[in-house]
């Protein structure tokens, strides 16, 4: 293990720099902002427009990439976000957040993508999975870590933007002294969403609601938290309970899916999240311990869905397919997180920070209804032929290049380096 990890180390470290950064900066604008008194419509388009930056990154980081090469372009996304990060905090206005946010997404697209080339790279078939899920770990310390500084300065200054340009930086000087060779061109994947239903109606319908409740709730969250009477430090508590808990969950769901129809989990899980999330509207808890708790319980539920949702695809999918179909499902999730953000921004104006539940409760709801309809119109299944259940960060978009990394994707020939993206 130790021999399969020492060569990609620099990376793993640029990789936690990079999520320390997304974690600490996607939560600074949105509690900053409500504390200007920007509208919770302008505070949901911050959202959006990540979202947006994110998917066309995916899209077109390749092609960045083949034009001026790895390290380069490495350099020239993670400068850029450096950059926008201290501009957000000398230009203290909505509508430039909002513009700059677009290129945030790409940017962490392409960081992230050109990372994860690099580890696959220098992975073989005997660590790749130790090395995706190492990888996946470090993402999830990257955001809660960055979550947890909240607390310790003061959101109404510029010293968290600083702080947040300075570890951009950092993330960059890993990647820019590593001696490893630049790895291939980055995969490309493209959005069949025929294809997608076809293979599997749940997975398509889910994944699209998961990403609006994920969605308005990864961007709005932190804005209910300090509309319901949450401190800075208490609404970086609830947003990093919400993933950890989320990420502690897919564990115990994942296995239970591997054993019963996976649409059952899905349903239950989903119910579980409307329960939570109608419990907080109903009861509109003032106390910090009961809102976290039942915030706690409703992001354990609400995280684990996509994982399970991502395997009952790939459960009617080819091992060839795999990439192609995971791929296109990451794609459709990051629609559905461009939408949840630019609905829930109006909705909660107009029926205060509550309405924020009100919305995933009803995507929620949505899932579980259409998951048990399905389970009567189609056989699932045999356990014997699954496809293994595997983890996901919770916390943050993973980019189509991390599946190049998974223990599911079709195993390279080590022997011929130039095929491993022949997926």
Same mark, same amino acid.
């Given at each position: ?205 889910? %994944?699209? +609601? *998961? /990403? $609006?409740?994920?969605? #308005?709730?990864?961007? !709005? ?6 509309? =319901? ?62 809102? %976290?708790? +039942? *915030? /706690? $319980?409703?992001?354990? #539920?609400?995280?684990? !869905? ?6 009952? =695809? ?110």
């Amino acid at each position: 293990m130790r021999k399969n990890l020492l060569p990609v180390a620099a990376l793993l470290l640029g990789t936690l720099f990079l999520f320390l950064g997304n974690g600490l900066h996607s939560l600074l604008l949105p509690v900053r902002g409500t504390t200007e008194g920007y509208s919770t419509t302008l505070l949901g388009l911050l959202g959006t427009s990540w979202a947006s930056g994110f998917v066309l990154g995916c899209l077109l980081a390749p092609t960045v990439v083949k034009r001026v090469g790895h390290v380069r372009a490495f350099s020239g996304f993670a400068a850029l976000l450096a950059i926008i990060a201290l501009l957000t905090g000398l230009l203290v206005d909505p509508i430039w957040w909002v513009a700059l946010r677009a290129f945030t997404g790409f940017s962490t697209a392409g960081c992230s993508m050109i990372i994860e080339s690099w580890l696959n790279e220098r992975a073989t078939n005997e660590s790749r999975g130790a090395i995706f899920s190492l990888y996946i770990a470090i993402t999830l310390m990257g955001v809660v870590g960055g979550q947890m500084m909240i607390p310790f300065g003061d959101t109404s200054t510029t010293l968290f933007f600083m702080i947040c340009g300075i570890v951009y930086c950092l993330a960059m000087l890993p990647t820019l002294l590593s001696t490893a060779a630049s790895p291939q061109p980055l995969s490309q994947i493209s959005l069949d969403l025929r294809g997608l239903y076809r293979n599997s109606p749940v997975s398509f319908i889910g %994944i699209l +609601l *998961v /990403g $609006i409740a994920n969605g #308005a709730y990864g961007t !709005l969250g932190a804005v209910f938290g300090r509309q =319901a009477g949450l401190t800075d430090s208490n609404v970086a508590l609830m947003m990093s309970t919400t993933i950890f808990v989320g990420a502690i969950m897919q564990f115990p769901a994942g296995r239970l899916s591997d054993r019963i129809d996976r649409r059952y989990v899905l349903a239950a899980l989903a119910a579980v999240a409307a329960f939570a999330g109608l419990m907080v509207v109903l009861i509109a808890p003032t106390g910090v311990i009961l809102l %976290i708790t +039942l *915030v /706690g $319980i409703y992001g354990a #539920a609400a995280n684990a !869905l996509y994982p399970i949702a991502v395997s009952h =695809a790939n459960d009617f999918a080819t091992a060839e397919d795999f990439v192609k179909i995971s791929g296109g499902l990451l794609l459709l999730y990051g629609i559905g997180t461009i939408i949840g953000p630019t609905i829930g921004g109006p909705i909660m104006t107009v029926t205060g920070p509550y309405g924020l539940f009100m919305i995933t409760a009803v995507a929620h709801l949505l899932i579980t209804a259409y998951a048990l309809f399905r389970s009567r119109r189609r056989a699932p299944v045999p356990v014997s032929e699954r496809d293994a259940f595997s983890t996901i960060n919770p916390g943050t978009l993973t980019t189509p290049e991390s599946l190049q990394l998974s223990p599911r994707a079709t195993p390279f020939e080590e022997e011929e380096p130039d095929i491993r993206r022949s997926a």
